[in-house]
């Protein structure tokens, strides 16, 4: 058996009402740490927008990296890129992934394509689908002789890659069909990229740990732990991170 723990969205260095938002994430911060200390959790994943800018700033990376130094010291940390961590502009060669997977070697920044862990101390597999851009295809198709049109074709047919003969825990940072848009309200579906149907109904994907929806939902085989603390009115009430033993 081992214990995970699966942090929401972050959006470090979102502007809130007027309020200074890192200031009320880091206290929710410093009481998961708290926890985390308790629990002993042998891994820790974080669903994506770690923050709120795909260009954060000195004083958001400064922010981040303290905590992050922190949850290192805990356990094994893994990060999944989200929508607001990915750079849209194809002329942007890198982004904030790269340069942190660069200065913390020892997490994993998960990014660029599908992606699978096979771990030592347990029988499951971690699939990791971050969100993706139209640049990580364009890099994939090539890399693989590929020639995926969209980035939703490329991840829907990343399933039949996938073993009947293992077991996967999913952790994505995609829409789903059914999803509550607590406050990620300007997302139309259908335009948005979402987990595909067939990883949903896989028999292999026990679970599915989705962030990007900021309000904590469950949807069959999904689960959505929400962001660490409210960002907009109505999203529900205090939480700070799921826990989860496989
Ligand atoms: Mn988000």
Request: glycine share 6%.
């Amino acid at each position: 058996m081992i214990k995970l723990a699966v942090i929401g969205d972050l959006h470090i260095g979102m502007t809130y009402r007027g309020d200074d938002w890192n200031t009320n994430i880091g206290r929710c911060l410093d009481q998961i740490i708290l926890s985390l200390e308790e629990d002993k959790p042998d891994y820790i994943i974080q669903l994506g927008d770690i923050f709120d800018s795909a260009s954060p700033s000195l004083d958001s990376l400064a922010f981040f990296a303290k905590y992050h130094v922190k949850l290192e010291e805990l356990a094994e940390v893994f990060y999944c890129r989200g929508n607001h961590d990915a750079k849209t502009n194809k002329l942007d060669k890198s982004d904030v992934f790269d340069f942190l997977e660069v200065i913390f070697p020892d997490a994993i920044f998960v990014s660029k394509k599908p992606k699978v862990f096979k771990l030592e101390d347990t029988e499951y597999k971690f699939l990791f689908l971050s969100h993706l851009t139209s640049r990580d295809l364009e890099i994939y198709n090539k890399e693989n002789d590929k020639d995926y049109e969209t980035v939703q074709e490329w991840i829907d047919d990343y399933a039949n890659s996938l073993s009947s003969e293992a077991k996967y825990i999913a952790f994505s940072h995609l829409g789903f069909n059914g999803a509550k848009n607590g406050s990620e309200v300007d997302m139309p579906y259908g335009r948005e990229l979402h987990i595909p149907m067939n990883i949903i109904e896989h028999d292999s994907v026990e679970l599915i740990m989705n962030g990007h929806f900021h309000t904590p939902q469950e949807c069959g085989k999904i689960i959505c732990p929400g962001t660490i603390e409210n960002l907009r009115f109505g999203e529900g009430t205090e939480r700070h991170y799921y826990r989860l033993e496989i």
